[in-house]
Nanobody, 126 residues
Framework: QVQLEESGGGLVQAGGSLRLSCAASGRASGSYAMAWFRQAPGKEREFVAA????????YYADSVKGRFTISRDNAKNTVHLQMNNLKPEDTAIYYC???????????????????WGQGTQVTVSS
């Protein structure tokens, strides 16, 4: 059984930091890629950041580059998203995603991921 369990969301003031975690179990634990997406009310789900197993490469949306860092703890099958200098526009539900065979050109595409967590709310107040 595949499971992705997110944690670490919450309410923070603008300029603050939060760290999200996503623990993978089952088939998701050996995923080729793990990523974070977010969805704000009335908006489509958008790519935030991704980690790729081969070489440990990371990818970021332009809107979070320099503020967010994705990393993976291989021993714990967990991926983290460190979010610094948060802005009100970062407010959204953040979802962890994983896939065992996604191609590089699709790594920013939500519909191409097979496994999803339930989401965790991040709210940034101004």
């Amino acid at each position: 059984q595949v499971q992705l369990e997110e944690s670490g969301g919450g309410l923070v003031q603008a300029g603050g930091s939060l760290r999200l975690s996503c623990a993978a179990s089952g088939r998701a634990s050996g995923s080729y890629a793990m990523a974070w997406f977010r969805q704000a009310p009335g908006k489509e789900r958008e790519f935030v950041a991704a980690w790729r197993r081969n070489g440990g490469y990371t990818y970021y949306a332009d809107s979070v580059k320099g503020r967010f860092t994705i990393s993976r703890d291989n021993a714990k099958n967990t991926v983290h998203l460190q979010m610094n200098n948060l802005k009100p526009e970062d407010t959204a539900i953040y979802y962890c995603a994983a896939d065992s065979s996604i191609i590089l050109s699709s790594i920013r595409t939500a519909r191409d991921y097979d496994y999803w967590g339930q989401g965790t709310q991040v709210t940034v107040s101004s």
